[in-house]
């Protein structure tokens, strides 16, 4: 059964307040222009959680967060998006046309699915000592609209962005519901990323200098 | 034996490192030691219980050496294959280069998927799963032509994001934990086991179905199998060997960990319903698909979707013997499909394409790799007395003992179904004469002595599987939940 306090106190206003804005961020990455902006939205919303880990160490002391959230400040705010602009340097950074539909079509189908994934999640029950539910369902709705935005745009720095913003979307989860998972795991999942990043900034590279090109049309030989 | 865990933690990672610098052929030497080395270590592990290294932070009971033995075996076997598979680089520059960057990529991917039964914990398990992703990406596009880096960017995005919803399933779990071990604790699998029927069973449940969905993307379960033709058929045979029989079993121990808990915490009605679901919708679409391939390898990617499903399906029944099946299905799947990956390399290497409607006469034209192919092929329709022939045979007993015996006639039905598609195009490419000019013979002995090996593996499996190995593979029945 879950518990809602007839009003919710500073803590739970102001990390559902941080959930929201990571959730907003997610919803103008799909409708980012240029490839220079949507970055530049990733780093914000990395800044976002970041900031949230700093507001859950800070209310919940635990102290561990802290290192967190620096690592993810430099990591996911300086260094991912950093190594990204520097790989798509010299690339023709426009992604306008990448949308599959009109762009408030978008954002009608992402506030739909964040609603689904709202309350589904809000029928769990799931309730925890650290944080409320309703930033956990904000999370699980930053997490499909990540789907959406690989599904919905057809460039290749929207694809890998989207992957980096769901792994955003559950960082933040995993701040909700499991704020003491231990450091030495944290840092595993966030070296992870940053490989991938690596990868992901590689293939992109590899894709440009093969097609001219950052959108996905043309990957379309391999069927059946 | 705690010394053999981290003999394996380290010798792949290291023989990696050094082939990045050395010539070629200190790499095939280096690559072949590791591998065997490596198998020599698992089936060492065998008789013991359950071993523990780096204080509790690896460990391997009997379900986690199942799954290194396929690994192990598979990365001694390809290492194998691969001396005859890769080509000699020469006096040219760009290729010796490419010749390292493989055999370091190799063994780091044949490390990484080492590492995944080897850690202790959801989590690690999770890292060490990301780590295969990004290696075999880079593996798969390393033969830089269109068709690759088109597979291995929606490989990549695809797997990774799979294994996003994984991390999801990961942290649910370890929130499901929190309310018996509180804020802060290591989600190692002893500790979760013991303690899963407290944990709330709505949270086990969301968190096992993410579980699934989310590895079993990288297990190539439909409808999220999407990327795995197309990864399988560009990346070079020997990776597509390793992709085939033990990343994707590797992905599918992932989903087994996750059900061990969930057994424990809300009973086994649930996670069998849900791995029903994506099993047969594995099998059956699998099977369709078979029937309608042009690619050599793109053939036998489908068939990887079809026993993925026969897996899932057989996790699904209630029958302790199907569980054994599973297990003893996996080291079989991995011991044919690297054969037949294999035997498609020779063909391409012999007729320069895996154009299916292009290649004639295979038998004909490869005297040794050719018949050993189709009976790798008829291995893989699980035809006696090969491996797959027994645990899909102790699979569908378990099946036909399940109040829903309907489920093994439609297993029955989709494997047919498969064989079909699987024989016809052999026969129409190996059993049909040479066409002129094809000069008769193999093209290394590496890749024959290879097949022999997987040959000679899969038919033990179906014959007389050794007695320790049987015992193995019912001890890790037993440690998920089938007890008879």
């Not at chain 1, 960082?171 to 992901?200: R, T």
């Not at chain 2, 996750?258 to 996670?271: D, L």
């Not at chain 2, 699904?316 to 003893?328: H, K, M, Q, R, Y």
């Amino acid at each position: 059964m879950v518990v809602v306090p007839p009003v919710p106190s500073s803590f739970s206003g102001g990390t559902e307040a941080i959930a929201l804005v990571v959730l907003l961020t997610e919803f103008a990455m799909l409708r980012a222009p240029t490839a220079r902006s949507q970055i530049r939205l990733y780093a914000f919303q990395s800044l976002a959680v970041s900031a949230l880990a700093v507001f859950v160490a800070a209310t919940q002391h635990i102290d561990e967060l802290y290192v967190l959230a620096a690592l993810s400040f430099v990591l996911k705010v300086v260094v991912v998006p950093g190594i990204v602009l520097r790989l798509l340097r010299g690339t023709r950074a426009d992604l306008a046309g990448s949308n599959r539909f009109g762009v408030a079509t978008m954002v009608l189908v992402a506030i739909g699915i964040s609603v689904f994934g709202f309350f589904v999640v809000g029928n769990l029950s799931v309730h925890s000592h650290s944080l409320p539910a309703p930033a956990f369902g904000l999370a699980t709705a930053v997490i499909l609209v990540a789907f959406l935005l690989v599904i919905l745009r057809s460039d290749v720095v929207s694809q890998a962005v989207g992957f980096f913003s769901l792994e955003n979307g559950v960082s933040m989860a995993s701040l909700v519901i499991a704020a003491g998972i231990p450091l030495i795991v944290e840092v595993a999942f966030l070296f992870d990323l940053m490989v991938a990043v690596v990868v992901f900034g590689v293939l992109m590279r590899v894709h440009h200098g093969r097609g001219r090109t950052l959108s996905t049309e043309a990957l379309d030989r391999l069927r059946g | 034996m705690g010394w053999a865990l981290l003999v394996i933690m380290t010798a792949p990672f290291a023989v990696s490192v050094v082939c990045y610098f050395a010539p070629v052929q200190i790499c095939r030497g280096l690559t072949l030691a590791s591998g065997v080395l490596t198998f020599v270590l698992a089936v060492l592990l065998v008789p013991a219980k359950t071993t523990t290294a780096l204080s509790g932070w690896l460990r391997v009971d009997a379900l986690s050496i199942v799954f290194l033995i396929a690994v192990a075996f598979l990365y001694a076997v390809t290492a194998v294959f691969a001396i005859g598979y890769v080509l000699p680089a020469g006096g040219n520059g760009s290729a010796a280069r490419y010749n390292r960057r493989f055999f370091a990529g190799l063994n780091l991917f044949a490390w990484s998927m080492a590492m995944a039964p080897l850690v202790n914990g959801l989590a690690l398990l999770w890292v060490a799963i990301e780590v295969t992703t990004v290696v075999s990406a880079l593996l798969v596009a390393i033969d830089d032509t269109d068709s690759a880096t088109e597979a291995a960017w929606k490989y990549l995005l695809i797997a990774s994001m799979g294994l996003g919803i994984a991390l999801f399933a990961t942290i649910v779990m370890y929130y499901a934990g929190s309310s018996v071990f509180g804020g802060s604790y290591e989600l190692f699998y002893p500790k979760l086991l013991g303690v899963a029927g407290h944990f709330a069973p709505e949270v086990v449940r969301f968190s096992f179905v993410l579980a699934v969905l989310g590895y079993g993307t990288k297990m190539g379960l439909v409808p999220v199998h999407t990327w795995l033709p197309d990864a399988h058929s560009e990346a070079p045979t020997p990776i597509s060997a390793m992709l085939s029989g033990s990343l994707l079993a590797v992905s599918f121990y992932a989903i087994l960990r996750f059900y061990q808990v969930t057994v424990r915490a809300i009973g086994s009605t649930f996670p069998r319903n849900v791995l029903l679901a994506f099993g047969v919708a594995s099998l059956v679409l699998a099977a369709l698909y078979l029937a309608r391939q042009r690619d050599l390898k793109r053939l036998f990617a489908y068939s990887s979707v079809e026993h993925m499903g026969v897996l899932a399906i057989g996790m699904s029944f209630s029958a302790p013997i199907a569980v054994v099946g599973v297990l003893l299905h996996v080291l079989a799947h991995a011991a044919a499909k690297g054969t037949a990956f294999f035997g498609a390399g020779s063909v391409l290497r012999k007729f320069g394409t895996k154009d299916m409607s292009r290649i004639r006469g295979g038998i004909g034209a490869l005297p040794w790799s050719g018949p050993m192919l189709v009976l790798a092929v008829l291995g893989l329709c699980a035809m006696p007395p090969f491996g797959i022939f027994r645990s899909e045979f102790l699979i569908v007993s378990g099946g036909l003992a399940d109040p829903r015996d309907v489920v093994a006639a439609v297993l029955i039905v989709g494997v047919t179904l498969a064989m079909l598609g699987l024989s016809w195009f052999t026969s129409q490419t190996m059993l049909t004469p040479s066409p002129e000019g094809v000069v008769r013979g193999e093209t290394s002995v590496w890749i024959v002595v290879s097949m022999v090996i997987g040959l000679a593996a899969l038919t033990l499996l179906g014959v007389h599987p050794p007695g320790q190995l049987s015992d193995l593979l019912h001890r890790a029945a037993g440690e998920l939940g089938a007890r008879p």
